[in-house]
């Protein structure tokens, strides 16, 4: 398996261009289902997870068409026909390897009228049930059987438009109910809808296919169901967790870096908390630039929370800054249950954590020293690559495969700032 070894206190200067949102791309691909005419997409990232849902949609029986690439398999633009679904089954074996893949239980439902997709399972973050996506597809007149591991749902006279009140925020269950909805008789009413800008992407693009859709990035988000849907092109928005993980490593490392396609808005409390920490940040004409000098960040204190809050997938990222702060910064996670994994591993280059419950105390030290490490997900790993920026010596990641699901191009991108970042075959 490929390791990433990286030789830290080196400082960054140039410019890093973003990919498009791994998660808002799957969910894009997912609408695909939705309509028997081609959906077009561009600015699609280069990552493994999608390579996966591309292998899941033709299993449907959907054309997978790459419009965009370099003639290897890699594209940053598909084309996705689901002129007809052949099949509407999602194997465990598919889902229990990319969560993601149990968003295409909405589309197959409200298109097919019927889908057996398995039951995601928990995973290394949490429990992640999927109760809220099965109360909103049941609210719309599905019946949903839970056998031997898998969700058999059907409608077979199509669904009906219902208020679902969730009772916290989700992000999957909202994009369930939104697509649900596009395709049901009637209106629904999304109550304490996510307000994640991958919703809203998915809502533009699925407006772009003809869908009525009201209230996107508020709390209420209005459907009013069409009888069908076209093709369409759509852009996918630039990805505000890359953005993030690297506008972090400017700030742990050190330099002057312009993240290209980066939107302030999409990350706007990390960006306030790093401008606290003593990273100089200004907008510029094509995205966001970054500005740190030596010396060690000010500690500054997170709680994770649903968008417009700190996002929880930056919290690892943010988390390996603070382990060289100046004081001691308080870290609460509040949307998944197990999401410190990355604790240990950053204390096996030094960093002084300690873990209660829901909150970490992390405890500034001086400097970090190189180590071999590894992660079991994407955003723990990352934030080792973050910690190995600035430890002397050097860190060796191991199970590189979580990074490629999720960070397109990563050690090149480092690379071409300055990093010393390889990656190994074993
Ligand atoms: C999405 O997961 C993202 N994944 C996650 O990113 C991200 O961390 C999360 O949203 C929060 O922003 C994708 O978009 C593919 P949720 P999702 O439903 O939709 C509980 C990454 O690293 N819950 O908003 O699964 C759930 O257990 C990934 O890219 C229920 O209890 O997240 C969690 O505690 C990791 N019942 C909370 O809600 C349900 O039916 C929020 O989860 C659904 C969720």
Known sequence: MDRIRIT???????????????????????????????????????????????????????????????????????????????SSFASYDMVRKMRASFQVLAPLLARHGEAKVSLPGGCAIGARPVDLHLKALEAMGASVVLEDGYVIASAKGGLKGARIDFPFVSVGATETAMMAATLAKGETVIGNAAREPEIEDLGKCLIAMGAKISGLGSSTIKVEGVAKLNGAEYAVMADRIEAGTYAIAVAIAGGDVELIGARRDDIAPLLNLLQQAGTDIRETKRGIALHRNGGRPAAVDITTA?????????????????????????????????????????????????????????????????????????????????????????????????????????????????????????
């Not at 990232?45 to 029986?61: Q, T, Y």
């Not at 919290?315 to 382990?323: E, K, V, W, Y």
């Not at 960093?351 to 405890?363: E, M, P, Q, S, W």
């Not at 973050?386 to 199970?399: D, F, K, P, Q, S």
């Open 8 to 86: 830290g206190g080196h400082p960054l200067s140039g410019e890093i261009p973003i990919s498009g949102a791994k998660n808002a791309a799957l969910k894009l691909m997912a609408a695909s289902l939705l309509t028997a005419e081609p959906l077009v997409l561009t600015n699609v990232p280069r990552l493994a997870d999608v390579r996966a849902m591309a292998e899941l949609l033709k299993s449907f029986g959907v054309g997978v068409q790459i419009t965009l690439g370099d003639g290897l398999g890699e594209g940053d633009g598909y084309r996705f026909h689901a002129a007809t679904i052949a």
């Open 306 to 426: 649903p968008f417009p809050g700190f996002p929880t997938d930056l919290q690892a990222q943010f988390m390996a800054l603070m382990t060289v702060a100046e004081g001691t910064s308080v870290i609460r996670e509040t949307i998944f249950e197990n999401r410190f994994m990355h604790v240990p591993e950053l204390g096996r280059l030094g960093a002084d954590i300690k873990v209660t419950g829901d909150i970490a105390a992390v405890r500034g030290v001086a400097r970090l020293r190189g180590a071999p490490v590894m992660a079991t997900d994407l955003r723990a790993s990352v934030s080792l690559v973050l910690a190995g920026l600035v430890a002397e010596g050097e860190t060796i990641v191991n199970r590189v495969y979580h990074l490629d699901r999720g960070f397109d191009r990563l050690e090149e991108k480092l690379r071409a700032v300055g990093a010393q970042i390889v990656r190994e075959r074993e």
